[in-house]
């Protein structure tokens, strides 16, 4: 035996005597090793000096696996000495195998939790008696209980929102069938989220229980609620562009009728004051009597308002236009104007305000260029911020002051600024921090989707790679700034 720690390489093709045991696949005895021997070839350099010696080889499974050897016994090597070793190397190779064994499980329990443990899914596997053996670093970020915590706990105490699909758990381990159940509400930190839960049952190898396999998909849902959103407001703006053609037509007549009578009445034609004769009276006692009977005023006033549904007809067509995504030149200032005189008719009983009640105040930058963008979409938002503003003011009792909205628009570099200010509730640092997010809303179900004001962000980041940030004091007041890059114009 060696008697140096440093490892030694022996390749069976140029071994010696070490080398029978394996080639001739039988235990090999030499009682003495100094007679000639054509297997000998000497010894390795730092070899001890060999007298006599003995190496077995170990099989498992008809293949060797190791090689023993022993040497320098003070007597002879015989059969009994072949037999103890070949039964002292058995035992020891039992047990490095079950060493082996052990870490090879110990590998693959290792690499198998490493996949567990990657899954973007939380992954919950219960017993037959719904106590916890699995629990992945997802399902501890989201839950914040640990590994330790969760396991051998019973799962409704660990997760109690899960205890209404129990169910669901019993029944897919009693019929060994997948159980689905998806869009599962919560609430957490005050945020609605939707989550999709699969159940599997474990039924291999005398097993029995379940996998939760738990996935995330709020922003699925709220996808989709967009597009439910986005079709219906489409709906919605193809009844409101037919329902305006409709009104146009009888609108039209309304008004040409009325400035026809005007102009027979007073409009000093020689028709006019012939037919008042042939009638027995003069064209100015006509005048006179329809003065005092204020029959005038009231022919103005149908006028005034005919005219005033002649223009909100024509913003809602205008609004409701098919977007076609298309950028141009607009003035900032009649796009504004615009969505005021809309929004202007906008009275809502059950939240008890008239937008008509909210002194407008406009502070315009004169000879301001035009910008280069989406009408339709920057009218939306301009919608959005005036409704948000008008509700908010609603909600406000006014004692010596009264609600005002405030609309500034101003140049600042290669940027035009826009500014909506409402003098309404205002609303916290919590709430402008989330304000843009999509579905956030301060409003109950039935008054909004919170869907106005991320739909209004997405329109001036993404699509016209502007600026829009939110600023307010409780209480006092909320001003939302949009910035937009205007027209560069080469100068000569």
């Known amino acids: 035996m060696s008697s140096s720690a440093k490892k030694m390489r022996y390749p069976v093709e140029t071994t010696g005597l070490w080398g029978e045991a394996v080639r001739q696949r039988k235990p090999i005895v030499t009682n003495n090793y100094s007679a000639a021997n054509p297997s000998r070839k000497g010894y390795p350099k730092g070899h001890v000096h060999i007298e006599r010696h003995m190496n077995?080889?170990?099989?498992?499974?008809?293949?060797?696996?190791?090689?023993?050897?022993?040497?320098n016994k003070d007597d002879e090597y015989n059969e009994s000495d072949v037999r103890q070793l070949c039964l002292h190397m058995d035992g020891m190779w039992a047990t490095i195998r079950r060493w082996k064994d052990a870490e090879e499980q110990k590998l693959l329990r290792n690499y198998l939790s490493n996949i567990v443990n990657s899954m973007p899914s939380q992954?919950?596997?219960?017993?037959?008696?719904?106590?916890?053996?699995?629990?992945?670093?997802?399902?501890?970020?989201?839950?914040?209980?640990?590994?330790?915590?969760?396991?051998?706990?019973?799962?409704?105490?660990?997760?109690?929102?899960?205890?209404?699909?129990?169910?669901?758990?019993?029944?897919?381990?009693?019929?060994?069938?997948?159980?689905?159940?998806?869009?599962?509400?919560?609430?957490?930190?005050?945020?609605?989220?939707?989550?999709?839960?699969?159940?599997?049952?474990?039924?291999?190898?005398?097993?029995?229980?379940?996998?939760?396999?738990?996935?995330?998909?709020?922003?699925?849902?709220?996808?989709?609620?967009?597009?439910?959103?986005?079709?219906?407001?489409?709906?919605?703006?193809?009844?409101?562009?037919?329902?305006?053609?409709?009104?146009?037509?009888?609108?039209?007549?309304?008004?040409?009728?009325?400035?026809?009578?005007?102009?027979?009445?007073?409009?000093?034609?020689?028709?006019?004051?012939?037919?008042?004769?042939?009638?027995?009276?003069?064209?100015?006692?006509?005048?006179?009597?329809?003065?005092?009977?204020?029959v005038l005023s009231m022919l103005n006033t149908i006028l005034e308002m005919g005219n005033r549904i002649n223009t909100i007809v024509s913003n809602i067509l205008g609004f409701s236009r098919i977007n076609s995504g298309e950028f141009k030149e607009y003035d900032l200032a009649k796009l504004l104007d615009d969505m005021i005189s809309l929004a202007a008719n906008n009275y809502n009983s059950q939240e008890n305000y008239d937008f008509r009640n909210i002194e407008i105040v406009r502070e315009y930058e004169q000879l301001l260029p035009p910008v280069l963008c989406n009408g339709n979409e920057l009218q939306q938002v301009f919608l959005n911020l005036l409704n948000?503003?008008?509700?908010?003011?609603?909600?406000?009792?006014?004692?010596?002051?009264?609600?005002?909205?405030?609309?500034?628009?101003?140049?600042?570099?290669?940027?035009?600024?826009?500014?909506?200010?409402?003098?309404?509730?205002?609303?916290?640092?919590?709430?402008?921090?989330?304000i843009f997010e999509p579905f956030f809303t301060t409003k109950s179900a039935d008054k909004g989707t919170g869907l106005g004001l991320s739909v209004s962000n997405f329109i001036v980041k993404d699509h016209?790679?502007?600026?829009?940030y939110v600023e307010s004091e409780p209480d006092k007041w909320t001003r939302f700034t949009i910035k937009l890059p205007l027209v560069s114009r080469p100068q000569l």
């Open 464 to 468: 016209h790679k502007g600026q829009m």
């Open 388 to 434: 948000n503003g008008a509700q908010a003011m609603a909600e406000k009792i006014y004692n010596t002051d009264h609600p005002r909205f405030i609309c500034r628009l101003k140049k600042d570099e290669d940027m035009a600024i826009i500014e909506i200010e409402d003098n309404g509730t205002g609303m916290n640092k919590k709430t402008q921090k989330r």
């Open 56 to 71: 077995i080889p170990v099989f498992e499974k008809g293949k060797i696996v190791a090689v023993a050897g022993v040497g």
């Open 123 to 294: 992954l919950i596997a219960i017993d037959i008696n719904d106590n916890i053996t699995q629990w992945n670093t997802e399902a501890q970020i989201n839950t914040g209980v640990t590994q330790e915590e969760a396991l051998g706990q019973p799962l409704n105490k660990v997760l109690p929102d899960l205890e209404p699909i129990m169910q669901y758990v019993r029944s897919a381990i009693n019929n060994e069938t997948i159980q689905m159940v998806p869009k599962k509400r919560r609430i957490v930190a005050d945020e609605e989220r939707y989550e999709d839960i699969i159940i599997y049952p474990l039924t291999a190898n005398s097993v029995n229980g379940a996998v939760i396999r738990i996935d995330d998909v709020t922003e699925r849902v709220r996808l989709e609620k967009i597009m439910m959103q986005s079709e219906k407001m489409m709906s919605l703006g193809g009844i409101a562009a037919g329902m305006a053609h409709e009104i146009n037509t009888p609108l039209a007549c309304v008004i040409g009728f009325c400035h026809n009578m005007r102009k027979r009445i007073f409009a000093d034609l020689p028709k006019n004051k012939k037919i008042a004769e042939e009638c027995g009276v003069s064209l100015e006692q006509v005048r006179n009597y329809l003065r005092r009977r204020d």
